[in-house]
C-alpha cells in the first residue's frame, strides 16, 4: 500500500482551500451574498458541513464578523456546522404531514437506517433530520433527500428509495 506522506497531504489540503477560494470569490463582497455561498460550501463538503475554516473565510470576504456568520449556521436548518452524512433525509413535520401519518415515516426510517434523528449511520451515508413544511403538502407525507423531494411515502416507498441510494 502507497504510503501518504507530510507533502502529499499538504497539496491536498491546499487544493481543498483553493477550491473553496473559488467559490467564496465568484461572488462578490456583499452581506447578502452571505446564504448562498454558505450553501455552496455546504455542498461541495462531502460531509455535508460548514467548517470552522470555511466560517473564517467566508467572514474575511465579506467583511463581517465570525459570530454573525456562525449564528446565521445555527439559525438556519438547512445548514449544519457538523459533519453529516452524503444523504440528509429530512421529514416534514409539518401540520399537514403530521395528520397524514410523519411520525410513522420518522419511526419507519429510524427502524430502516438503524439511527435516531439526528443523528448519522455510521457508513456516513445518511443523516435523518426533521424539517418545517416543504411546500408540498398536496403528496403528504413529504421527506427531502438532499435536492429532491419525495412523497405519498409509505413502508414500500421507503424501503425503496434507501434501497436505490445505498446501491448508487
Ligand atoms: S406540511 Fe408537509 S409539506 Fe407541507
Redesign the pocket.
Known amino acids: 500500500m502507497q504510503r501518504i506522506g507530510f507533502k502529499h497531504i499538504f497539496i491536498l489540503a491546499n487544493k481543498k482551500i483553493m477550491s473553496k477560494n473559488k467559490i467564496i470569490e465568484k461572488y462578490k463582497p456583499v452581506k447578502h451574498n452571505l446564504l448562498p455561498i454558505l450553501h455552496e460550501l455546504q455542498d461541495s463538503n462531502p460531509q455535508n458541513y460548514i467548517t470552522e475554516d470555511d466560517v473564517i473565510m467566508v467572514s474575511k470576504h465579506l467583511n463581517i464578523s465570525f459570530a454573525e456568520v456562525y449564528g446565521l449556521i445555527g439559525y438556519y436548518s438547512m445548514l449544519s456546522n457538523k459533519p453529516r452524512g452524503k444523504y440528509i433525509i429530512r421529514i ?7 395528520m397524514i401519518g ?1 411520525e410513522n415515516i420518522a419511526e419507519l426510517l429510524c427502524s430502516e437506517l438503524n439511527i435516531g434523528i439526528g443523528e448519522t449511520t455510521t457508513d456516513k451515508l445518511f443523516t435523518l433530520e426533521y424539517s418545517e ?5 398536496d ?4 421527506m427531502i433527500i438532499n435536492k429532491e423531494i419525495f412523497g405519498n411515502l409509505n413502508k414500500q416507498k421507503i424501503e425503496e428509495i434507501i434501497e436505490n441510494l445505498r446501491n448508487k
Open positions: 416534514c413535520n409539518s401540520p399537514v404531514c403530521n410523519s413544511c416543504l411546500g408540498h403538502c403528496i403528504a407525507p413529504v
